[in-house]
């Protein structure tokens, strides 16, 4: 893992007292450092949430006691000490909220074999309304959408295929979150010939975003967010979990009273998932130019334990990092200022993770027991010289690639600073303090600059593969840079991120068929079975009776929706699944045409 001198790392040298949008001083930093275990919110929070719990985050086998906690306006707090299903900490729940500007002290013991004492102290935000209207929506292409007559329930964009997948590239499907264009929105899995595999349609006014296989519970599961996205530019909502059989079997809410953001979802081995937060706050921002009474949306990133819903760490970029850094210009019309913008967060291996802020054009490396920066890369102050083609700009998806280099989406675009969007690995050296461009990933076959967005995740084999947001285009690179695969959706649909993953799913409910009589004692049926992989052929069976039915006919699966012709002069007719080995692996209700 990169480390810089310590004179680097926070910037915050000689500081010893809060201020708005400033690093956190240095003298809290070490009080933290100094703490058996982390406690949030943490030292520089300036805005925390009325509502907030007080987690105290440990190793395995951490108690907490004698914890005493008091608002500089409100008092001494009572609360519950509610214990994290890891055995890693516990949170303190006040039962009566906090009141806004005040500052809350803690105190309190907490260890695994013998405690010792723990502090933190934080500001109270004064929470701000904004619009809650949604997104206008765009019109897109009403040809580019998916139609079935077993499940015409189901209608998600279309995808089309540009440049099918050539020699080298990864196995596996495609997991889209499409919305705004034409069709339904919802979490959509494709195969590599754009075929549908499986769609999950969204109630009005819900979209989906960050879908993809990750591993819960040991197994592997569908995950998403899931939720509205306003016209302040970001999303309320929750992130859920599906398994193998597409049953929700778990839901992760943001705590602290806040809503799940779009863009954040990661899971963790241990049952805790990284989520984030924007929050919309009274701020003054004078010192850079603005209103004394101004509203300014904060963001933040929080691991919560899946089981008991509780808060395990928090951080906020207001008070880590400095509202001077924003490149975003200071908001009119009445929204806030969205200064910071986070939009994605990885963990690295030295107790740190990497976020990435796009409106200031860097990334962070935070330490996760202080929250203060340890180093930036890109912006106004960063700790590395960018060499040739290493400058980024409203990056997304900034992910470790090693112990030396980074991965991220450049979007380059709102305003535009480059000519298109590109897939950037930059090599970073602690020693010489520079980073310089390793590879550059850009599609040759048309112009692509999406002003919001977008995703780079790397595959087996070296490969990569980037996901335009903004625009509905997805693409594969080799290693070279080569075009291994090329797609897009339809015509104004957006999808904030891309991935692909080997994934075997046998829903728990039947397959479907819609079944139409021809002359001459002939059927046409349509079948289809939403989200299974297994199914090799199909098998149509006809008798006078449901309970005794009889094969008329047997063919191979030929996309979501197979059409197949029989003879059948009985009136029932039902649809039997077969996997490889034919067995049968699922069956539809018996039908009367």
């Known amino acids: 893992m990169l480390v810089l001198a310590a004179a680097s790392v926070s910037g915050c040298a000689g500081k010893s007292a809060y201020h708005p949008g400033s690093s956190v001083p240095e003298a809290d930093v070490l009080a933290a450092a100094a703490d058996v275990a982390t406690v949030s919110p943490l030292p520089g929070t300036v805005d925390a949430s009325p509502q907030t719990q007080i987690s105290f985050l440990g190793r395995r086998g951490t108690r907490v006691s004698t914890v005493r906690v008091v608002g500089s306006l409100s008092g001494v707090h009572d609360g519950v000490l509610r214990a994290y299903s890891t055995r890693t900490g516990a949170s303190f729940v006040p039962y009566e909220p906090f009141r806004a500007g005040e500052r809350v002290s803690v105190t309190a013991r907490v260890g695994a074999r013998t405690t010792r004492p723990a502090a933190t102290s934080f500001e109270i935000a004064d929470p701000a309304a904004v619009t809650e209207a949604e997104f206008p929506h765009e019109a897109g292409d009403p040809q580019a959408v998916q139609h079935y007559s077993s499940a015409p329930a189901l209608s998600p964009t279309r995808v089309t295929v540009k440049t099918r997948a050539q020699r080298g590239a990864s196995p596996g499907d495609f997991f889209l979150s499409p919305y705004q264009g034409e069709g339904s929105p919802g979490p959509m899995i494709v195969d590599r010939g754009g075929a549908l595999v499986w769609f999950h349609p969204l109630p009005a006014g819900q979209e989906a975003t960050n879908f993809g296989v990750q591993n819960y519970r040991g197994r592997p599961a569908l995950v998403w967010w899931q939720g509205r996205i306003i016209e302040a530019g970001f999303g309320q909502g929750q992130d859920v979990i599906y398994d193998s059989s597409y049953r929700q079997i778990a839901t992760v809410r943001a705590g602290n009273g806040y809503a799940a953001d779009l863009h954040v979802v990661w899971l963790e081995p241990q049952g805790t998932a990284w989520i984030d937060a924007f929050a919309p706050v009274q701020e003054d921002l004078r010192s850079v130019g603005g209103a004394s009474h101004a509203i300014v949306t904060d963001s933040i990133v929080q691991e919560v334990d899946i089981a008991t819903g509780l808060v395990m760490w928090e951080w906020h970029a207001l008070g880590h990092l400095p509202l001077a850094e924003s490149q975003s210009a200071l908001a009119t019309h009445g929204y806030p200022w969205d200064y910071a913008h986070v939009n994605s967060v990885d963990q690295g291996p030295d107790g740190d993770i990497l976020i990435s802020a796009r409106g200031t054009w860097a990334l962070y490396d935070v330490d996760i027991h202080s929250g203060a920066v340890r180093w930036r890369l890109g912006g106004s102050r960063s700790s590395f010289k960018l060499g040739p083609g290493a400058t980024f700009y409203w990056q997304h998806d900034a992910r470790f690639q090693g112990h030396d280099r980074i991965s991220l989406f450049d979007n380059g675009s709102e305003p535009p600073k480059e000519k298109q969007s590109r897939g950037v690995v930059l090599s970073l050296s602690s020693k010489t303090r520079s980073a310089s461009l390793a590879s550059q ?124 012709l029989a003879r059948a002069s009985e009136p029932y007719l039902a649809v039997q699944a077969l996997d490889r080995s034919g067995a049968v692996i699922g069956a539809s209700a018996a039908v009367r045409p």
């Open 441 to 564: 990933l850009v599609n040759p076959s048309r112009t692509l600059l999406s002003n919001s967005q977008g995703s780079m995740a790397g595959l087996e084999g070296g490969n990569w593969l980037l996901g335009y947001g903004r625009l509905p285009d997805f693409t594969e690179f080799g290693p070279d840079g080569r075009v291994l695969f090329d797609a897009t959706l339809g015509r104004g649909v957006q999808d904030f991120s891309v991935s692909l993953s080997r994934w075997q799913g046998r829903p728990g409910t039947q397959p479907s068929v819609s079944v139409r009589r021809l002359p001459r004692e002939r059927v046409q049926v349509h079948v289809s079975w939403n989200g299974a992989t297994e199914v090799s052929t199909w098998r149509v069976l006809s008798g006078r009776v449901p309970q005794r039915l009889a094969a008329v006919a047997t063919v191979p699966r030929s996309g979501f929706e197979t059409v197949i």
